[in-house]
């Protein structure tokens, strides 16, 4: 019996920090000549009309390349959360 519960707590343990991380999950879109290309990011700061993120990747924006791991501040238009944040959910 024992097994079977502490299987339950790191089944619910692990779903809890999925869900933490889904929350976290954004990404930086930039539309390009080939199409759009979504980056993976991390919001840190929020002022009123910009987020200032840390990459994930390396990134090309606006009149400058940027590498991964550095932190820049984009518009707020420019970021999409993760679906989860942006879509309610319909009960019917």
Do not use: N
């Not at 991964?68 to 501040?73: E, K, N, P, S, W």
């Amino acid at each position: 019996m024992e097994d079977k519960s502490h299987a339950r707590e790191l089944a619910r343990e692990f779903a809890e920090a999925v869900d933490a991380a889904k929350e976290k999950l954004t990404f930086l879109c930039t539309d390009g000549w080939a199409g759009r290309i979504e980056t993976p990011c991390e919001i840190l700061q929020e002022t009123p009309k910009r987020f200032l993120v840390r990459l994930g990747e390396d990134c090309c924006l606006p009149g400058r390349h940027v590498k991964a791991g550095r932190t820049v501040y984009v518009p707020k238009y420019a970021i999409k959360r993760s679906k989860s944040q942006q879509e309610p959910e319909i009960t019917r």
